[in-house]
Structures are given as C-alpha cells and as structure tokens.
C-alpha cells in the first residue's frame, strides 16, 4: 500500500486508504484490478516530471502554460461557426460563480430547491425566446440537442431516415451522425448557390414516407436567414416527417421564433445568453416544443416542472420526467443525456431576465447594422467579393476571397500578425465555395474595430 499523501487526491492518507479498503473488504488495492488482464497493466512508472506539491507552484505552472495562449483580450476576434464573442454583463459571472450554483452537481427536490427554480426559470425564458411550451435542461450543446431531437423524432415516427443541410458545420454533422447512427441515418440536401437557402426542389427529392423529420437550421451555418422555412415544414409535414429547426436564440429578437413557421421541436445552441467562450467551451445546447404528450414522452432530458406542495402555500420545483432519463433507464435508454451544462442553464437564465424582450431586439437590430455595415466594407476591397450570397444575414457572413490570388489560411495568418483573428475558413467543410471564410460580428465589434479590420484585410492584400 502507498504511504504517499497527495494534497489533490481524497483519501489519500494511508489511514483512509485503510479504512476505505475495510469497508468494502478488500486488503489492498491491487485487488481491485484484478479483473485486468496482466498483458493490458503497465509494470513500471509513468515518465511523467517530479509532482508539484505546492498550491501555489502548481498555480505558477498553469498559468505560465496558459499565458501562451491568445485570447479576445488581445486579439480582435471575428470568428463564429458556432461559439461566439458577445457580451457577458458582470452579472451573469457573479451569480454562476454562487458556491450554491458553481459546486451543486446533482441532489434531490429539497437540497437543491433553487438550483432547480432557476432551471425552471431558463426554461421559461428560452420557452417565451423560441415560442415553445416545453424546454429541457441545458444538453452537451448544439450538436447533442439536433442528435437527440432526430432521435426523438425516430422514436415518434417509427422511421429511421432523416434529412439535414449540406451547408452545416463538419464537426457537428460528425458529431450528430456518430450519436445517431445506431438508430438513424442523416442524408444531406444541396443548398441554393444564389442565396445559400436550402434547395426545395432537392429537398422534395429525397424527403418520403421513410423520413422521420428534416433538420435545417435559421439562420444557417453560413448566416443567412432561411426564408423559406414555412415551405421546408410544410414538405416535411406532407411526408409524415417532423421539421426540427435548429436556432441561435441571439437571433430570435429579430427573427421570428420557429413556432411560427411549422417547427415540431426547437434546438440550438445557448453559449450566446451570457456564456464565455473559454477556448470554444461553455456551450450547452436545449431541446423545446409545444406542449404534446407524445413529444414531451420523448425527451431524453431532465425537465424541471413547479407544482403546489401538500401543504403550507408557495410553489416547489424538481424534476418531473426522472423515470425516462438517462439517468434512471442507464443502459436501457434509448438516449443519452448529462447534467454538466447546468450552469449555464442558470447562467441564460440571468442573461434573458437581465435583457428582457427589448434588450434582444435591441440586440439582434445592432448585429445585423454592423453586419451589413462590414459587409459593405469588404465589398470596397479589390478581389473581394462580399456578400457571397443574395439573402439577408445576422451576425454572420460568407466572404469570398478567389480574386485576390490569396487563400483563406494565407489572409488569416497575416491578420493574426496584425492582432486579428480573421474569419473561419470554408475552404475545406465546402471546397465549392473556394477561398472563403465564415465571418462573425456582434455586439462587442465598434465602428472602429469593423474599419481595423477591413483595412488589415486591404493590407494584406495589397
């Protein structure tokens, strides 16, 4: 048995390890790793640097790795893609960063009676935000709640094919496929080059009585604003199949919510209410819909609900649909589904109160200004062609660079120079687009910042 004390790992302490070991009948620990075959366990030391014993020079050490990276603080950023510079009020830090919030992970209706009315309160929120009666709790993020929603729309249907944009993100089509290929298959439709719209006619092609829903999200990966949203749920609905929508809620104070234009379930991405974007983490997706017991029997997720108590007045709030998680079922759900996005949940919850339905008006108004304003100043620029297609974008943008005789990975390498991160290349995900780059401008972009960048850009190119 070891008779090292390590300041980071419990039990540690040769007496606890001791006491442990009673408890569960076992005189040492080898004998826990015991079902290991010996030709799978390692029978010498890691090669690994002497320990750091201390707190504060292990404190050191990190921070000498971390100081190697480069943020927004010094660098001008215009990427997107799916995690977003905006804004996050002081507020929305100082409530998540509550012990009562931060450290709770999971407990029970009583112990954590708050932590469960602010998820119910996001889910409020985000129900009013997308024109649902039901949310879940925070998913993984994006990707996870498209997977699951395709899931969910199988379970319902009985079908196993569903249809999904070609012009979305890799990772994410990657990652829905892998969490859905045990039950479903994802075909693509082709995009209108014009406009970038999804093709209707393509569309109608491949859509048939073996589609169990068609996912297409608004605005799309390219940022534009899907108009014809009503016409891709009214095929779908012809077919038997279900229209999932996949949404950026910043968006949704200028566009209207996917209720409105025939959306069965309502997925997306909340890392925009409020959450850092923490070298592309702090994501957490959500799944909604209308109030449907056949929908709502569906949910892999925790959904938070309030009820009367049997006595004394006020309201309690807990989990309502325990029995059908993940959680409960293990490994006999048909779904799969964490509890570590909680806090953002929590966190979009501080963000939209805080906001209100004017604030994310007010918002949306201002990212699309400051879109068109860039928009117009890449225009201006030699060889630069912008916008790439003939429909209305957000806070994001396609801009094509094939005149220029420079590739993406080229312009991008130089603005970083320059202190810029320039906009994600495409060159790759959709090779038929050419050189060109996804690029992304919000709240947090001056008038100022908008002309740093187009004249960086001309720079280079010059």
């Known amino acids: ?33 015991a079902a290991i075959p010996e030709r799978l366990r390692l029978r010498k030391d890691l090669d690994l640097p002497d320990a750091i014993r201390s707190e504060q020079g292990l404190r050191r050490h990190v921070e000498r790795i971390l100081s190697s990276n480069r943020g927004t603080r010094d660098y001008l950023s215009f990427l997107g893609g799916g995690c977003w510079e905006h804004y996050v009020p002081a507020v929305c830090d100082e ?43 925070p998913t993984y993020d994006w990707a996870g709640a498209a997977a699951s929603a395709l899931l969910m729309a199988c379970r319902i249907t009985g079908r196993s094919k569903t249809l999904g944009p070609e012009a979305i993100s890799a990772e994410k089509l990657a990652q829905i496929r892998n969490f859905a290929r045990p039950a479903a298959t994802i075909e693509t439709v082709r995009y209108d080059r014009a406009t970038g ?64 234009y025939g959306a069965d379930i309502v997925c997306g991405e909340i890392q925009p209410l409020g959450m850092h974007m923490q070298a592309g983490g702090g994501l957490g997706g959500f799944i909604a819909s209308r109030d449907d017991e056949q929908l709502v029997a569906e949910y892999p997720t925790y959904l938070v609900s309030l009820g009367a108590p049997e006595e004394g007045g006020g309201w309690g709030f807990g989990v309502s649909t325990f029995e059908r998680t993940s959680y409960e079922k293990r490994e006999s759900s048909p779904d799969y589904y964490g509890t570590t996005q909680w806090l953002w949940g929590i966190t979009a919850a501080v963000y939209l109160a805080l906001m209100g339905p004017r604030g994310m008006e007010e918002l949306g108004e ?17 060889g630069v062609r912008c916008p790439v297609f003939a429909s209305a974008s957000v806070k994001e943008f396609t801009v094509n660079f ?61």
Request: proline residues 4%.
């Open 366 to 382: 201002g990212m699309m200004q400051r879109s068109l304003y860039t928009m117009r100043l890449f225009d201006s620029i030699d």
């Open 197 to 260: 719209a999804l093709d209707l006619d393509d569309l109608r092609s491949k859509v048939d009585d073996q589609t169990a829903a068609v996912y297409f999200e608004n605005p799309s990966y390219l940022g534009l604003i899907e108009g014809g949203g009503a016409m891709i749920s009214e095929i779908a609905h012809e077919a038997g199949a279900m229209s999932i929508v996949g949404v950026d809620p910043s968006s949704l104070g200028v566009l209207t919510p996917p209720s409105e």
């Open 402 to 462: 094939d005149g220029t005789g420079r590739t993406v990975e080229e312009i991008n390498a130089a603005l970083l120079d320059r202190g810029i991160f320039g906009g994600k290349d495409l060159s790759k995900e959709l090779p038929e687009l050419g050189q060109s780059a996804l690029y992304c401008v919000t709240e947090v972009h001056t008038q100022g910042d908008l002309h740093t960048l187009a004249d960086a850009v001309a720079e280079v190119l010059s």
């Open 1 to 33: 048995m070891s008779r090292i004390t390590h300041p980071y790992i419990p039990n540690s302490a040769p007496e606890a390890r001791r006491k442990a070991l009673e408890v569960i009948g076992v005189d040492d620990v080898e004998e826990l790793y």
């Open 95 to 137: 409530i998540n960063s509550r012990g009562e919030f931060l450290t709770a992970y999971g407990g029970q209706n009583y112990s954590d009676h708050g932590k469960y009315q602010a998820l119910f309160e996001f889910q409020s929120l985000m129900g009013e935000l997308v024109g649902m009666d039901v949310v879940s709790a």
